[in-house]
């Protein structure tokens, strides 16, 4: 099969060379002439990045890996859900999340993650499913967005958590809270409890990615901009923070770790912040 590959970091990387050796033809950063579309590009970029490829579009299906929120300035200039986003301008939507660190993936260690969306999807997991990478189905496109949005957001908490010696009882009512929070969150904007016990929730946040490492180097006293220096990359859980609490006050949705988590990064708060917040839980 023709898949066309639109961002080709270190994701959209792994995923062309998993496709290549399972037999499909691989087109990186253009989809003409393709059956099946990967969108691996940063989540605001996502609209833009199909927007281009407009003319190129006609009845592929669209897998969307991107995490966190985007942007369709022809709407509002506030970031949305991707499906929001995408709505009324692009169809066959799909959205593939899990805990798949691209190394391990490359590697050929077992991984899985849950393919969302409509009629179409049983297709896409034939297509792309192995004996290494396994695909539950789903149908709840927004919890999976949720989950793999606030993953992101969250896993920076978790981190300063961890660094900061609190020991694992504290760790793990930590953990516990942050899906607490994310499956409220969910729950607000129409998605299913089921989904957050699942891959793009629960399973995505036992990762020690990018976005944990952040809450590490922050713990240990490194700020932001140094840290995002050294890493020489941008983590998406910072820019992912921002839009959840900016759509988490227009829903009237109660995020308090979120909302300690805004504190510390961008209102110059202690990091002691982070397990206050804790102790003020039921």
Do not use: W
Request: with cysteine; aromatic share 6%.
């Amino acid at each position: 099969m023709k898949i066309g590959i639109l961002g080709m970091g270190t994701f959209g990387s792994t995923l062309a060379g998993y496709f290549s050796k399972l037999g499909h033809e691989i087109y990186t950063e253009e989809v003409k002439d393709t059956e099946l579309i990967f969108v691996v590009v940063p989540s605001h970029a996502v609209f833009s990045a199909l927007q281009k490829e407009k003319d190129n579009i006609s009845n592929q299906k669209i897998v969307i890996c991107s995490k966190g929120f985007s942007k369709n300035p022809k709407k509002s200039d506030k970031a949305m859900l991707i499906s929001e986003s995408l709505e009324g301008e692009f169809e066959n939507i799909f959205f593939l999340y899990g805990p798949t660190i691209a190394d391990e993936l490359k590697e050929g260690k077992l991984s899985g993650m849950v393919l969302a969306g409509g009629k179409g999807k049983e297709e896409i997991k034939k297509i792309i499913e192995s004996e290494k990478l396994r695909i539950e189905l789903d149908d709840d496109v927004i919890g999976v967005q949720i989950g793999a949005s606030l993953k992101n957001v969250m896993t920076i908490f978790l981190g300063i958590i961890e660094e900061s010696g609190c020991g694992q009882n504290t760790r793990s009512y930590a953990f516990t809270k942050c899906v607490e929070e994310i499956k409220n969150f969910g729950l607000a904007l129409g998605a299913k409890e089921k989904t957050f016990l699942g891959l793009t929730c629960v399973g995505d946040l036992i990762l020690c990615s990018r976005n944990r490492c952040l809450g590490i180097e922050l713990a240990k006293g490194k700020g932001l901009e140094e840290i995002t220096k050294e890493m020489n990359y941008i983590p998406q859980g910072i820019a992912n923070l921002q839009d959840a609490k900016r759509i988490a006050k227009e829903k009237g949705i109660k995020t308090p770790i979120i909302d300690s988590l805004y504190s510390i990064l961008f209102e110059n708060s202690p990091l002691n912040e982070a397990i206050k917040v804790l102790e003020k839980l039921n």
